[in-house]
């Protein structure tokens, strides 16, 4: 009854909280002034390490107070202290809400940052909330595939100096690689080498910090960003992924979008918090050689003040499939309003070619 009442509490904050967010409409190009692609750093994680002490070197190469100051900065934006109560409840009783390795790669977290437990959870559910992004598979005339994204948020001049590339390793090998931030130990883009790659983008529907509490406290759901690296680790192949990542529960909805290794396999599966809202395959779009998401429904039409999708599908024609490559998927992903002020990072993935496994800093 007490969370109950809790998560009542939240919608009557609702809307002072998206105001707290600075939400604006999406694509203010005014004035933009690109500046030099800079690479992301590469950091390796070892699976074999206990959770709680898994992160500790990378905290330690990175700083551990200059990643405390980022996520305080962070917080500072984006966290109400209204919502403080629910997240140190959800904190007393972590491993009721967040599985195992989770939960005490949290705890080791906060240990090796002197960071409270309750922001460095709060941390890893924030793009539960708000995030906004482009995610294109495409096949070249030799069948190769390859899965590039542009990822955005508002407060991107925080995010960029967190920004790195982790392999995630058993025994020295990798097992999976993400572009993540520090502190945040999901997967929003990953790539299992010879297997599969993911991207995943948010899905606005409803009140999404109310029903991402409800949905976490139902103890069933996921946070997708978890759920991801869950299926990066456990799964080897494109079809498998997909049904992992279209049968579990989440907290929010979002556009999971995969890539596999094979002719044809590209997907995006549209996802309820429960149930898969759509599957839409590559070789159903009108196109056959691409598919691509940002941040609506394929189906509906998006925005005029944020139509980043026409911009990617004319850039991408203009290009066609005979001239498609990671170069030239890149210069798409750097058209006008598919790059814009909100851009933090492009990734450039493919399982059959896990070399190119990379990513770049963005400034527009």
Not at 154 to 167: H, W
Not at 189 to 200: A, C, K, L, M, W
Request: net charge negative; charged share 20%.
């Amino acid at each position: 009854m007490k969370l109950l009442h809790l998560l009542c509490f939240v919608v009557s904050v609702h809307l002072a909280f998206t105001s707290f967010m600075g939400y604006e409409p999406w694509m203010n190009q005014q004035n933009i002034k690109v500046l030099p692609d800079i690479p992301v750093a590469v950091y390796n994680v070892s699976l074999n390490d206990p959770p709680k002490t898994r992160w500790n070197g990378l905290i330690q190469s990175f700083g551990p107070a200059k990643a405390k100051q980022l996520l305080d900065t962070v917080l500072q934006r984006i966290f109400p202290k209204e919502v403080r109560p629910i997240i140190d409840l959800i904190t007393s009783r972590l491993d009721d809400y967040i599985a195992q390795p989770f939960a005490d790669e949290l705890r080791g977290l906060a240990e090796i940052m002197e960071a409270d437990l309750g922001d460095i959870v709060f941390a890893n559910l924030m793009y539960e909330m708000t995030a906004g992004c482009t995610s294109i598979v495409v096949q070249d005339p030799q069948g190769n595939i390859f899965h590039a994204r542009n990822l955005d948020f508002p407060f991107n001049d925080v995010l960029r100096n967190g920004t790195v590339i982790i392999n995630f390793q058993d025994q020295q090998k990798t097992v999976y690689s993400a572009v993540t931030y520090i502190a945040y130990i999901g997967i929003l883009t990953g790539q299992r080498p010879n297997g599969f790659t993911i991207t995943v983008d948010e899905r606005e529907e409803g009140v999404r910090i109310l029903s991402g509490l409800i949905a976490l406290v139902d103890r069933k759901a996921s946070p997708i960003s978890f759920l991801t690296r869950e299926v990066l680790e456990q799964q080897n192949n494109f079809e498998s992924a997909v049904k992992q990542l279209t049968d579990r529960d989440l907290v929010a909805p979002c556009y999971i979008i995969v890539g596999g290794i094979s002719p044809g396999e590209g997907v995006v599966i549209t996802r309820n918090r429960l149930v898969p809202s759509d599957v839409w395959r590559m070789n159903q779009t009108d196109y056959k050689w691409f598919i691509l998401e940002t941040n609506y429904d394929h189906w509906n039409t998006p925005p005029p003040t944020d139509d980043r999708r026409d911009a990617a599908i004319k850039a991408l024609n203009i290009i066609g499939q005979d001239n498609i490559s990671p170069k030239t998927l890149y210069q798409a992903l750097s058209t006008n309003l598919v790059l814009n002020n909100r851009t933090i990072l492009t990734a450039m993935t493919s399982a059959g070619h896990p070399e190119i496994f990379s990513a770049w800093l963005r400034y527009a």
